[in-house]
């Protein structure tokens, strides 16, 4: 019963409780949203295609995305928002030795399964709540990616805080690799640019495409030659219309009150 009131409350599967968020919920997730990982050692990146292949056993087209993106910038560090399990560190980190690597997320749990999982993570792991004010303790890098963190945030102006300050740590480069249907993820990103609430002086919005067939959109300090992305249709062509999420991207994005508009 109670069970059954959970499922059927309108934000159920956002916002929720993190620290319940355990190795089975998340192996259950990552079988479902991100499936499969591919192990570390069995993934190359070919800098001439700008591809991650997997040697053994299929590589996940957002973790290829993620990987390929990395390879293809070559930022000297890369920082992970809300890294849950540490994987997509791990994988990076084993794939790309010369690059800096640190992750950050609001789960204590997370990282603690993180660290069990990936030793090697110790030391580059921190707590982090990117819905909190702007904290000059947060790792800075030249990349800043996060996987299915954003989509989840949806209380109040949570998720406007959250992408102002994911851009304020990043040097250079932000990935989002997220559900663009529980946010106008493009809409409410140049928003926040036109009125002064992003610290880049200037900003390009690019739809980059993984090799498997995800797509993420990547903001630059500087024009990249990639599509540019206008509008949120861009980001998601082809796929099957959620009437619900799409309603509340737009409650999200009615949410915020922007700029300072003389009086
Ligand atoms: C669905 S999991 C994704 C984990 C990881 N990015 C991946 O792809 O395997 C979402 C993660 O975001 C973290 N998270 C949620 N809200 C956050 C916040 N406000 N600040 C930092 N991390 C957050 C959660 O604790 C959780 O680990």
């Known amino acids: ?125 921190g707590l982090q709540d990117v819905t909190m004010p702007f904290c000059h303790q947060w790792p ?28 304020r740590q990043a040097q250079k480069f932000v990935l989002l690799v997220e559900n663009y249907q529980c946010h106008n993820f493009v809409r409410d990103i140049e928003t926040l640019y036109e009125t002064g609430h992003l610290a880049w002086e200037h900003l390009s919005i690019h739809r980059i495409d993984g090799s498997g067939g995800a797509r993420g959109i990547l903001l630059s300090k500087t024009p990249l030659d990639l599509p540019v992305l206008r509008t949120d249709l861009q980001i998601r062509d082809g796929d099957e219309p959620s009437i619900r999420r799409l309603m509340r991207a737009d409650e999200g994005s009615l949410r915020g009150l922007f700029g300072f508009d003389p009086a």
């Open 1 to 125: 019963m109670k069970h059954l009131f959970y499922r059927r409350r309108k934000f159920f599967d956002d916002d929720f409780d993190w620290d319940t968020y355990g190795q089975g919920t998340s192996e259950r997730r990552l079988k479902r949203a991100v499936r499969p990982m591919a192990a570390l050692g069995q993934l190359s990146f070919d800098p001439e295609s700008g591809t991650v292949q997997s040697g053994a056993g299929e590589v996940h087209p957002n973790q290829q995305l993620i990987l390929e993106a990395i390879g293809k910038l070559q930022p000297a560090t890369v920082h992970e928002v809300g890294c849950g399990g540490g994987t997509h560190l791990a994988t990076a980190k084993s794939l790309f030795p010369a690059i800096g690597f640190t992750g950050g997320d609001r789960g204590a749990g997370q990282l603690e399964l993180a660290i069990e999982q990936h030793p090697e993570l110790k030391g580059h792991l």
């Open 140 to 167: 800075r890098a030249e990349l800043v990616f996060t996987q299915a963190v954003l989509m989840h945030i949806h209380t109040a102006v949570s998720h406007f805080v959250a992408l102002s300050n994911i851009v």
